[in-house]
């Protein structure tokens, strides 16, 4: 007995050794294939440094702080730096906590920290003069960018610098080379990104003891009015720290009796950079944690210590990365090869990075109302670009992250219920609405959930959101869209735009009206679902803008985009969107057949130079013909072909998108990420399907980039695609059976994934007609 | 039996109702003394708007919104504004909400309220031209100004203004004399006291509903970084509402998708005017309740339903009256006139305005960490004018207030723990430290608590805060004091006051390390008590600027205040300072006849206009002779000659004071009150007792101005002041008795006072040599 019991538990052990040694060999292997370096070269608006999964903190490097504006105009080179990094650049201001990803406008680069030693420089200094301030030439070979940890050499003083990062603290670790007494840490409370003339409202540092600081930063930026509180941690206490005020505005009383300039523990202001001084030994490494809260320094104190009580930066890094295998492992895919691994990966890191956590570890966020709130039950996230993610984004996580997704809709009504204007979030971020984009599709994600069944939350009260939204008769045109049935284009510009957008967020209140059985609300927004039909022209056969006295503008070009009643995406791509009626939009248009030679050509022609440059946020390489893959209005455009009776056109187009599109380069995106819509898009259909109408519980099936993939969902079971015979070349599906049963309609549920289960594609070098 | 307890029952029934009956009439009576009015022309600087005791709204008229700077320089008349309000200004800009009580500097003015009728203005045009905006002009005749009561008629615009107040409500009436739909509410965010160029940080308004609208005004004035958040309640709808926004340097972003000029219900930014427009009858009253918060909207809506539940203005001003009435019963006095009993009671009011109430009704308040703490056991309190202040308003509040002064002291210490300088407040409001004036004379008022016996505190870790203020090196010359025994005029200047302010503040850290048996303590600081020698300089005989070689600066006029080494005082007045050891004083300087006849020359000199115009603050009103009793540092002179053996010059000097420096009307002060200081003097005055040093139990005695005065102590004792005999021309003391008892010493005790009694002063007209 006592034999065969010791032999059973070896037996046991083994396994467990076994298991534990493929698991983290594999950990390793999905850990590697994330390159948070792809997109931070021109417009993927990326960001290198480290973060946790839908962290609070991203603490990255910034490569430059350029001005909103040179000799008072707008200076176009400020959009680089959305996320304040670009590949190209030969030198490093700074390492900052707040950065967004992927986005097409900006804001954050909160707390700016630089390391240096010798001759204190407050000032960052120029690109072309890097010895006239405290930034610091670089070079990618002395650069790290892996999940939740960054590494570089900073050539100018020979530190390295190391950066990861828990949910709301970032972690730095400096080890300086030489033994001085000069060496220093620079915070620069005026670095922001795109920090405009006055974008700072106020900033307030306090010096709590030698090796603590507290304090805040409020700006006035894209969030109109965003204060974000810190404590901050050294390792070691300083020698002495001192500030300069560059504003001239600020009054300066009875403070004149001390030297506030030096050692003197309050500095506030509205131009303020602070520096402290440390003693440092040869290859000392002087580390700072630095929290970040909602509402308050009390509750970055608090943060910090909770999250960070301790000065081990092995350890901090290595939990976040144990951190991020565990949301990588949700999908454990294989591709065609590593570079495609790299992408897949990659695209999972960038698609858990928004929205971010906006609540301190006790629950407490700070509202739209400006009050400071307890989220009951829920984690609050901000950083909603609800214009691209309720595409894809959303949906993406209904499948691997609801509970997630669930508490994002509860965020979502908390803003709701905080808005002054009563409406759902349009674009938000830190307790703000600041009203980008159009449309209102908080709707689509709420309809989403609900109709997927992830809706852990009061159905009703979400619905009455979504109306009392959709009713806002003072937002962007939807006064005339109610009443007209369109946004009339001379009363209210994109107004084409706004009126498909309109519709389908309507369909999207219905669904949810009518699976709720609110009948009057069903009728009322299933009516108006069809307004898509008012701004069909069958004369040009596009959308078009129409006016206020009924007539379609005569000015039209289906290439241009610029004031011609669409925004980001030209007739031509907009004239595809009526996600919830592809078949009676192509109806509409004519027959099935002359639809998809339309969409060949889509992908097919040249966009002149001259209608490209119109095209916001991309570079060349997000285009494809006149398909702008790189903004999102299309995303769903090459799974169209589903409804024209010719799926193996969805099939090429979408293996060619994710060829062309998507690179393992600092350059490898063709726009912005937008917040992980353009690597959600990569996500779905490299598994075979997308959610080409989100409130739906349909996917739409494409052809699988993944060789196999498992997908680990929440409720305990597995979901998994295997595509035998794929390849580069046999992009084409050949039949597809759903445990084991032939799948005739070219889509799926989403209650088939819940259900766990096999996904088959047989895969072949020629098209299935 | 029946019949008999009928009889008796009527006969406690007539008792009880005389009482009451006689309550009221007397309660009438004070309420009748009190003159909000006095001090408001010329240098007083009180205000005469609607408050309760301590309270955190003081609801007032604003005369003028002069700039801090006219042509890019300083503007002196802003000066006269330092509570909004002059007497002989003819118009009305508005009503706003917080407002300082007499002092010397300015800051507050928060929330400007003006009604108006017809076309809508939204600046407030000039004095000069008031049809160039919505001020209006009024006259004195319209006007009324009680206890927690104002009113005043616009006569631009008929309007009837009546204003009331709870402790964080205030309670606006305004009556619109025709039928009209253009009446408006204007509401100035840009509005404020010394409101220099760009005071405001912020400001943030949002519309709740068509009744209610919330916000908060943040700037950087006397007070660093200053928010004050507020929720404003209308009794009827408004038609429509708006705003206007006069900065250039706010970031539109996407705003502009609406129209956020009309009816947009969230109004954000550095400079901005909102409007509310209301359809009323002729006749109506439109009511305003405007509740504040040092913490949050939320706060301020909690303070609001709390506080102020019901519309009826009456009761609100009945109850907020009835505050005042129970406040000044605490000394029932009878004076010589009405006048008197006006200065009296007036006085008494004028002292029950400061510190002010600074925690919601949830007990939530501002820290100066700008976190949001709750006051445990304690009314927080704010706007500590200490310099001014320790000398005999917080002994009045030992006396008469005993449980808000131990609050002030808990106030105090949670200043201290929050105080990234680790100090107690030297002039501090609304969670800041503003540094003004001299010395760390919370030390006296904390000392003065405890050896009275008034410390329900932790009063150890009172005396550890006191002490590490006193250790501060690098506060206002303390480490050249410590390390020299006085501080050199070369390093630091008012170098005498701050060496004898400080000497005196040591003094009071050591009778409190005696009373707790801390020896160490106790010795160290009753040897820096001595210091005040260090800067007597026996060749001129006067304290006297010394240098950091050790010797007197040569440069020296006795008369002169400008860069003499002293502020708001003269070498002549400042060389009287030295409370803690009067005798001493005079033995220093000679012998007590010679210090007798100095003293007699102080008030009977000149002091040439060349010196008087350095002296700050005051009228040529608040001098007699060279004695400056518009400033605070000679307030306890008159009393030395109780130290010459010629307690008859204390008398007839003080008398003297009393008719000089104080009159019921609006020029009636000759300096600023210094929230209450000049009263508190003028109330222990009448009394016939005065704190020459707080932080004994001494009270010196002088010469009553009160016939007779019962002090009602908060113990249940009463103890009586009873002068027979005294007149205007019998102001000398014959003798004095303490419960029949003989008082030979010229003082009576703190604990005589607290075991209830009766002090009885004999009066005659000739001196009792």
């Known amino acids: 007995m006592g034999a065969r019991f010791a032999s059973h538990l070896s037996l046991v052990t083994a396994f467990l050794v076994c298991t534990q040694q493929f698991s983290q060999a594999q950990d390793k292997n999905l850990l590697q ?434 109306v009392t939204t959709a009713r806002h008769r003072s937002y962007d045109g939807l006064g005339y869209y109610i009443d007209m049935g369109y946004v009339p284009e001379d009363r209210n510009g994109s107004s084409v735009s706004k009126t498909l957008e309109y519709a389908y967020d309507d369909w999207c209140i219905a669904q949810v009206a009518k699976k709720l059985g609110r009948q009057n609300i069903y009728e009322e927004f299933i009516k108006r679902s069809q307004n898509y039909r008012n701004v069909y022209d069958a004369a040009s056969g596009y959308m078009r803008p129409r006016l206020y006295n009924g007539s379609f503008r005569e000015a039209f070009d289906p290439l241009k985009t610029d004031n011609q009643g669409f925004i980001e995406g030209n007739a031509w791509n907009y004239s595809l969107y009526v996600p919830q009626y592809p078949a009676e939009m192509i109806a509409l248009r004519g027959d099935k057949k002359s639809f998809s030679r339309h969409l060949d050509s889509l992908f097919t022609m040249h966009l002149p130079d001259e209608f490209f440059a119109e095209t916001e946020d991309i570079t060349r390489d997000g285009i494809i013909g006149n398909y702008v893959h790189g903004n999102e209005p299309s995303h769903h455009a090459a799974y169209l072909y589903n409804w024209t009776g010719e799926p193996w056109k969805t099939q090429e187009r979408v293996r060619m998108i994710l060829k062309k599109m998507y690179r393992p380069t600092s350059d490898g995106l063709g726009g912005n990420d937008d917040c992980g819509q353009m690597s959600a898009w990569y996500i779905f259909t490299s598994l075979g399907f997308y959610p080409v109408c989100p409130g739906s519980e349909q996917y739409i099936l494409g052809s699988p980039a993944v060789k196999q993939a498992t997908i680990q969902l929440e409720n305990g079971k597995t979901f998994t695609v295997e595509a035998p015979g794929q390849s580069d070349k046999n992009v084409y599906v050949q039949k597809v059976t759903l445990n084991g049963q032939p799948v005739l309609s070219n889509s799926i549920t989403h209650q088939d994934i819940m259900n766990g289960g096999r996904l088959v594609f047989q895969m072949g070098p020629k098209p299935k007609k």
């Open 33 to 466: 294939y994330v390159k948070p370096i792809i997109g931070t070269e021109k417009m993927g608006h990326t960001y290198p440094g480290a973060t946790v999964p839908f962290g609070m903190v991203q603490l990255s490097p910034e490569t430059d702080t350029i001005p909103y504006e040179m000799n008072g105009k707008y200076n176009p080179d400020v959009y680089k730096y959305c996320a304040g990094y670009q590949y190209t650049d030969k030198t490093i201001t700074g390492f900052s906590h707040t950065h967004f990803s992927g986005t097409g406008h900006s804001d954050l680069g909160d707390f700016l920290i630089m390391p240096t030693t010798g001759k204190l420089y407050l000032n960052p200094g120029t690109a072309t003069d890097p010895a006239s301030g405290y930034r610091s030439t670089f070079s990618h070979s002395n650069e790290t960018a892996e999940a939740d940890y960054y590494k570089v050499k900073l050539d100018k003083y020979n530190i390295t610098a190391e950066l990861t990062a828990t949910n709301r603290v970032g972690f730095h670790q400096y080890t300086f080379p030489d033994a001085t007494d000069q060496a220093h840490i620079v915070l620069d409370l005026m670095a922001g990104i795109y920090n405009y003339g006055n974008k700072n409202v106020w900033t307030f540092v306090r010096v709590e003891n030698d090796t603590l600081i507290t304090g805040y930063r409020q700006t006035n930026g894209w969030a109109r009015t965003r204060t974000v509180y810190f404590a901050m941690s050294f390792s070691k206490p300083f020698t002495q720290y001192g500030h300069q005020n560059y504003a001239n505005d600020v009054y300066k009383g009875f403070w004149r009796k001390f030297d506030v300039t030096r050692n003197f523990p309050e500095m506030a202001g509205r131009q303020i950079r602070a520096w402290f001084d440390f003693k440092v030994a040869a290859g000392e490494k002087v580390k700072i944690k630095f929290a970040l809260s909602p509402v308050s320094t009390e509750g970055a104190l608090n943060n910090l210590r909770t999250e960070a009580p301790g000065w081990d930066f092995e350890k901090v890094k290595q939990d976040g990365q144990a951190m991020w295998v565990k949301e990588l492992q949700k999908v454990n895919a294989t591709l065609n090869s590593e570079d495609e691994m790299t992408n897949f990966y990659t695209a999972m890191y960038h698609a858990f990075l928004s929205p971010t956590t906006y609540m301190d570890a006790d629950g407490s966020y700070r509202g739209l109302d400006q009050n400071n709130h307890k989220a009951n039950g829920f984690t609050n996230y901000t950083t909603f670009s609800l214009w691209d993610t309720y595409r894809a984004l959303h949906p993406l996580f209904n499948m691997i992250q609801p509970k997630r997704n669930a508490d994002m809709v509860q965020s979502m009504i908390a803003h709701y219920e905080q808005s002054a204007q009563h409406m759902l979030p349009v674009w938000s971020h830190y307790a703000n609405e600041n009203w980008c984009m159009i449309g209102y599709h908080s709707v689509s994600v709420i309809a989403d959930a609900i109709i997927k069944g992830n809706a852990p939350f009061d159905v009703n009260k979400a619905l009455d959101a979504c």
